[in-house]
Structures are given as C-alpha cells and as structure tokens.
C-alpha cells in the first residue's frame, strides 16, 4: 500500500511536470545556455549506464535513458529530463529518476555547476559510492531536492541549509542509518528553508537529534505537509505538536523494533487534513485516544508493534476514506467492532497479535474491497463466516480459539496469495482437491489442527502450482502430499509431527538434489519414516534440515557438508549407522548440530575450524569413541554440548574452559577417566549451570578448582531478568535430559535458572568442599556412587534453591546437620547407603522424606526410620501410610515447596520408563503445555 502511496506522488510530481513542460513549450525561442550544456555533457560522461535493477521497477513504472538525446548538435533544453527557463536559456529542472545510472558524485561534478536549477531528481539510480557534498549548497535556487532511492551516503552538508527555497527535500531511503544529519545542520535547515512542504528523510541517521530539535518543526508549521522521518532513530519524546501542525497530509515515524522514541498520543487538536500516519513500533502506550471522527480524510493508519491496551476504537471503521488500518502487535483487548460504515474503502486490515476476544465480525467477510485479512495470534472465538466477496489475497486466522466447519467459501477466495489457519479448533475436512482454485497461493499453513482432517490425496492434475511454502505439521496426514512432485519453487516444507510411513518418495529425493535449489527450511521430524534420508545438493540454500524422531537408518552423507548454508541440522532420534562426516565440523555456518540417539559409531569429528558457529552440539547417546577432539575450543560461540551416552575415552576436558559461552556440558555415561580439575583463571567455565559428568571412572578428589569457578551457579537472579530460556530457534529448542533419582526427564527448553551438578558414579574420594556451599543457585546436586568420605558440610544449608539432594552410597560419616532443614524447596533427598549417624532432623522440608532417603545408614535414628533414638521420648508413634512409605513423591506434591520442583521443569517430557502414573497424571494436569517455538514466518512475510 506505501508503493502505491509512493506511485501516486510520483505521478502527481510528473503531472505537474507534465503542465509545466506544455507551458513552456509553447515559447519556441528558447535556446539552451551553452554553459549548462557543458556542465551536462561533462555530467553524462561522468555516468554509466547500468541494466535496470528489478526490485525497484514497482517504483520506477519504467526505465528510461533520459540521457541518450543528450547529443552536443542539440539545444539541450529538448533534451529528455531538462527544462530550461525560456527567457534565459538556464537549465531549471533536471529529472533523471529512474533513469539506471551508475557513477560516484564528486566535488567537482559539473552538476554542481547548474546554478540556476529548480528542481533536481536523481532517484531510483546507483550513486552508492557517493557522498553528499558541500557544494549541494551551491544549488540555491533549489526548490525541490530528491536524491531518494540513491545510495548516496556520508555526512549531509551543513550548506544543505543555504538552500532557503526548498520546497520538497527528498534524502529517504538511501542505505539504512548511511546519510547522517547532525542537529546543528538540522537547526540551520529548518531556520533557513521556511517553505518546505515535503521533508521525507526515511533511513537517515538522526539520532543525535533531540524533541527539543524535533520542535524547531513548529516554524514550518505554516507549510509542512508532508514529513516522513521513519526509520532514523530519533529519540526522546515525541511532542503533541507535531500532531497539530495545520497542513499535515502525511506523517510518518515509524522505527526499527528497538525504537528509541516515546510518549503518549494527545488526545485532542489533532490536525484534520491527515491521510497518511504511521506510528509503528515507537512505544505508546496507553489507550488509543478515540480522536479519529475528525480525521476523515485518513487513507492509512498503523499504530502496530506499541504498547496499545484498552479497545479497539470503533469510530476508526466509519473513516470512509481508510484503506489500510494496521493495529497489529498491540495488547488490545475486547471485540473487533461490529459494524463498519457503509461505503468502507478498507482494503487491508491487520490486527494480528493482541488479545481480542469475541467472535470475527461479518464483515470482513463481505467488503468488497477486502484484500488482506490479518487477525491471527487473538483469542477469537466462533466460527468462521462464508465469504461473499472473494477478493481476498491474504487471510491470516491463526492461533485463535475458532472452532466449527472448515468453511467452503475459502475454496473460492481465487486470488489467495497466503492462507494460514494453523493452530485453531477448527472442524471438518479439508479437501485439496478444491485447491485446483488457488493459482496463486504461495503460502499455505494448516497446522496444529487437531480436529481438522486434512485429504492431501489429491487427483487433480495441478494444484498449487506456485505453492513455495507448505506447513502441514500435526495434521494427522500418513503420506506425503504427491502434489509436491510438481512443485517448480518448494521454500519451507513442514510436514513434522504427523503419521508418515515408508521411505521418502524418491521424486522427493530427486526434487531436493535437483531442482528444488531455493529450498530453506525442510521439517520431516516426529514421523515414521523409513530408509535413507534425502541429500542435498551443493546448491541448495538450505538452512534448517530437521528429520528428527522417525525410523531412518543407513549413514549421513557428507553430501550434507556441500549445504554451505545450512544452520540446523536436527537428525536425532533414528537408526543411523556409520560415522559422522568429519567435514561437518568445518561447516562455516551451522549453528545446531543434533544427532543425539542414533546408533553412529567412529569418532568426533577433529577439524571444527576457528571462527565457526556452533552454539549447539549434541552427540549424545551414540557409540562413538576415542578422545574429545581438542579443536572443540574452536567453538567460541558453544553453549551447549552433549556427548554423554557414547564410550568416549580419555581425560576430562578442561580445555573446554575457555568457552565463555558454554553452559551445558553433558559428559555422562562415558568411559572418562582421571581427576578433575580446572585452571584457576577467572572464566574459567564461567557461564556452565548444568555440569553432568555421571557414570565415568572419575577419580581424585572433588573437583573444588571448578567449583569456585561457576558464576553461572551463584546468584542467577529471577526477580531481575524474568524466566527465561536459552536461545532456540524457530523449530528447534535446545533440549536436555535431567536424571532425577532415577527418573529421566528431558526438558524440552533449558530455563537459564535451571542449574545443576551430576558427579554420580565415579570413584571420586575425599570430603565434599565446603566451597559448594557457595553455588547458591543450584537446584540439583548429585554426588551418590563414590567413595566420599568426611561429614556433610554446614555450607550445604546455603544452597537455598536445592530441589534435590542425593549423596547416597557413599562413605560420608557424622549427623545430618540439622540447618539442612532450612532448604525449603528440598522435594527429594538421597542420603542412603553411607555410614551416617543420630538423629534425623525433622521439621519443614524433612517431614516429607520417607525411609528410603536414609536407608542403609545403621545408626540413624528418629522419623521416618522405624529405630527410633534411644534419648527420644517424644517419639511419636510411626504412621505407617503405604504410598509415603514407599516414595515420598506425593509428599512431594503435597508438602512444602509444592510444585516448585515441576515449576522450573516447565515443559518438559517424562520418559516412559518407570514413572508413577499419578505423577504422571500431576504432571499432565499441571504442565500439560509442550511449549515449542511456533514459525513466525507469517510475521516476516508480511508486505
Ligand atoms: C561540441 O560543440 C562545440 C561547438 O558547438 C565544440 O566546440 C565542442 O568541441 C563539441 N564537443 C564535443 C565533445 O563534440
Ligand atoms: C574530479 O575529481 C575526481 C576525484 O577527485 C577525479 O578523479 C576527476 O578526475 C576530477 N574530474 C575533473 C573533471 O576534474
Ligand atoms: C540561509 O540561506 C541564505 C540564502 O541561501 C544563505 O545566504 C544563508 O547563509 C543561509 N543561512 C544559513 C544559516 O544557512
Ligand atoms: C473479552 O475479554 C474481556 C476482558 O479483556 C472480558 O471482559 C470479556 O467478557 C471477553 N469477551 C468475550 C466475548 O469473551
Ligand atoms: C483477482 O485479481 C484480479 C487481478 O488483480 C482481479 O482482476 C480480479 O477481480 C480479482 N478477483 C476477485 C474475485 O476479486
């Protein structure tokens, strides 16, 4: 809609050229001066022409080579583009827009020379090794400027200012933040040039200009119509004025996401002339102030991605003038309003992520100007209407509570470009077969539709033949839509989370390796396929390959590596054999590599190159072997590396400290062996929460060197920065598995306050340091299957955040200090199997245990143990309930910290094996959100 806004004042500016040239042109005795000649001769020259660029013809209608009638035996005010002033023969206007010209713009350019020019248009042609230079203020007698759409870059001259006759100054949407205006040149502009009614400086860097600069504005408030300061990180408030100047047509201050202005919208003296306004991401907040009744003229509104609560006001859909209204990524609330005035021109209408509520107003399916439809990600409830205008392009009702029939009227919207109905409770079928409709639909999302059955059986001969996107995740399809194989532009293919079986057709191999070359994201996780999985080709621009959880055997083949491009490569959960191509480690660009559970075999790949991208390597749960390649500490950027589950040898990496990013080292179940211990430098694993090396033949003593080092242990802080998870991306959630006594949980996303210690079954020896006591944030430490000796230390009482606590089968000797009593989130303690002794604190958190967290220890006494202490006269009989005595979960579940155990697993799977089925059914109830990542590529789709 802005290109078209763009069009229209371009085709005005040209009508009125147009007026101008027939005036003129009347006068036949014009002859050019020879001086201006020269200086334009000397300007061609200086020029190339280039071949047209294709993603601005919507723009530039067409290219022109003004230039090419630029011959010296021509009076050059014939010349196409210039006119010249027919009393004196100067040139006076100069419009080269659109022309594809390429070329640097010196100091010395004869342009500069044209001292008698009006008006100058160089837009939409390559400057882009340009700077703006001071003699631009040798052009006084400019009264309109447009170097728009130039790539023209560098400091705006302070002499910009000399040009006190500007009527429209065009520097917009050049290299974003590459023209920079400073305020004092700001201040002299706007002093100087009194009659400017245009002032479009989009993308230029002003963010050195403060409201009180902003307000210098006020002068010109007689003249401005036209002010489009988008996108040039202005800052500070914004002043209610601006809202106010008489003549405002058009105005925009929209900005990049972390925008830098504020303020609220004033709620009354708006200036009625408004057609155009555009606020978007520029924190409001508040209301949205119901002063829309004086603004009928308004053609286009966005207030998108502010802090907007309260309603959306209903008087905005009786602008009969408004086209576009865009209030999407707010915090609004209530009901769509119902009615709409009559003759309503509302071509496009965004309210996607709020809050609304109600059921989709009728009509939206009846304007018959409707063209983007966009209310996904709101709490709508109702059906979906059948619609009596087919107009539609976009439609977007995803994420929304509406339920009933798949409506028939869709099949008719003909002109669909994007139709996303993905996560809704929509009933009913389906049919592709009615697609054969849709030419033009590219984009076409229906996922997470539980109740919907979807018929991708199609026998139509060619439907969706521009299809580039197809999201079909959780659909309950069993096969893979053969319409595919006809595909000529297949981008984003999610068929994850469905009942595929079988091998992957072996047109869909072809079509990958072949002809599929602008293929970006492929999602066939959560399936059951068989087989071998689909190459690549060393074209592809692929950058998620995800085929997780199905049934692939065979070997990955470094015909993986020729993706260049590639970021994600998720093939965890299969049968895959042989090794890993060594080549992956050199991969420039993948960021997450996953093939967890398989049954790989060989070593680690050695040559992880410097600079590379790994944040994410999990390798776990394979039969790899050998030592840890030492080029892991290539990985500056790791955050998470999980190799436990294989029979990897050799001793513990402490190489890997200097990972200042590493948060989670998983070396379980391996065949490590020796002491551990680290450097003593200060980041030294600074960042690690989750430390699980359980299950290896680690020997010495505990490992206090590393233990003093984990910051990333001490202090996390919730209260400051909220719960958060570590970085996922779209499709994929770094993902861990936690051994809690004996129980594996994966949790699906890492929350940056989950943190714990696994040095179980090991050989370790020694007492427990009391240094441990200093790791106040951990929520889990697990030291059962050593040889440690000594007392438990008083400093475990300051691990205030412990859930759980297992020390069992040790050879740890004296009382339980009774201040552990204090560790009110304990849920799970393990302290059988030493040679502990007295009596059993009681009170709080150790009123929940049962016996078994102290069996095996002879001279412990007291509750819940039945041997009840010699001195102990108040010693209460023993209760004897069967579900406490044989676990003390639902305890657990019931006692003191209730849930904060479950709380921090937030979305987490339980395995299967040997769970309890009430905690089961407890976890279900309470936790029975699987938060996964959601694509956002709708948003990014957008205009
Ligand atoms: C253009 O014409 C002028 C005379 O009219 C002549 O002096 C000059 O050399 C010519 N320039 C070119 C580039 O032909
Ligand atoms: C103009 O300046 C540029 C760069 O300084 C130089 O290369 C060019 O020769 C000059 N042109 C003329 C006509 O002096
Ligand atoms: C204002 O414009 C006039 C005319 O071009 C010029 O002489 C004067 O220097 C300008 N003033 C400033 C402050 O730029
Ligand atoms: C919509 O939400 C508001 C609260 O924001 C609530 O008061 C109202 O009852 C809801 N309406 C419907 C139809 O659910
Ligand atoms: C579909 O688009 C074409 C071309 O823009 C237009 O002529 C036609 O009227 C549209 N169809 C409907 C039903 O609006």
Partial sequence: MESIFVLSFYLSFYMYLLLLLTHFTSYTFSLCNHHDKFALLQFKNSLAITSSKPDIWYVCSSFSSKTESWTNNTDCCEWDGVMCNPVSGHVISLDLSCNNLKGVLHPNSTIFQLNNLQQLNLAFNDFSDSLMHAEIGNLVSLTHLNLSNTGISGNIPHTISYLSKLVSLDLSNNEYMSLKLNPFTWKKLIHNATNLRELHLEDVNMSSIRESSLLLLKNLSSSLVSLNLAFTELQGNLSSDLFSLPNLKLLDL???????????????????????LDLSNIIFSGQIPNVFENLNKLEYLSLSGNNFSGQVPSSLFNLIQLSTLDLSNNNLVGPIPTEITKDSKLEVLYLDNNKLNGTIPHWCYSLPSMFVLSLGNNKLTGSIGEFST????YLYLSKNNIQGEFPNSIYKLQNLTVLSLSSTNLS????????????????????????????????????????????????????????????????????????????????????????????????LSFNKLQGDLPLLSSTTQIFYFLASNNNFTGQISSSLCNASSLQVLNLAHNNLKGTIPQCLGGSPSLFVLDLQMNNLSGSIPTNFSK?????????N???????????????????????????????????????QGLQVLILRSNKLHGPITCSTTKHSFSELRILDVSNNNFSGLLPTSCIKNFQGMKNVNVTQTGLQYMGGVDYYNDSVVVIMKGFSMELTRILTTFTTIDLSNNMFEGEIPKVIGELN???????????????????????????????????LKGEIPESLTNLNFLSVLNLSQNQLEGMIPTGKQFDTFGNDSYEGNAMLCGLPLSKSCKNDKDQQPQSNDEEESSFGWKSVAIGYGCGAVFGMLLGYNLFLTGKPRWLANFVENMFSIRLKRINNIIGANRR
């Fill in 611 to 619: 600079g590379n991208s790994f944040e994410t390597i999990k390798l």
């Fill in 428 to 523: 009913g079928s389906v049919d592709f077969n009615q697609f054969s409709n849709f030419k033009k639909l590219y984009y076409l999302d229906l996922s997470h539709n539980s109740f919907l059955s979807v018929n991708i059986d199609s026998s139509v001969d060619s439907i969706l033949p521009n299809l580039e996107q197809l999201y079909l995740s959780s659909c309950n399809i069993n096969s893979f839509p053969k319409f595919l194989a006809r595909l000529q532009n297949l981008q984003v293919l999610d068929l994850s989370n469905n009942k595929i079986q079988g091998k992957v057709p072996e047109w869909f191999h072809e079509k990958l390796l072949h002809s599929w070359n602008n293929t970006e994201i492929i999602n």
């Fill in 390 to 393: 087919y107009s539609l392009s």
């Fill in 254 to 276: 929209s900005s990049s996401y972390d925008n830098k202005l504020g303020g609220q919208l004033p709620k009354s003296n708006w200036t009625s002339p408004l057609r155009y």
């Fill in 777 to 811: 944030s951990l929520k889990g430490l697990n030291l059962s299957n050593n040889g440690i000796t000594g007392t438990i230390p008083q400093s475990l009482s300051n691990l205030r955040n412990l859930e759980w606590l297992d020390m069992s089968r040790n050879h």
């Fill in 621 to 659: 749960g394979n039969r790899l072997e050998g030592p840890l390649p030492h080029t892991l500490s290539h990985c500056t950027y790791l955050e998470v590396l999980d190799l436990g589950g294989n029979n990897i040898e050799g001793t513990f990496p402490n190489w890997l400290e200097t990972l």
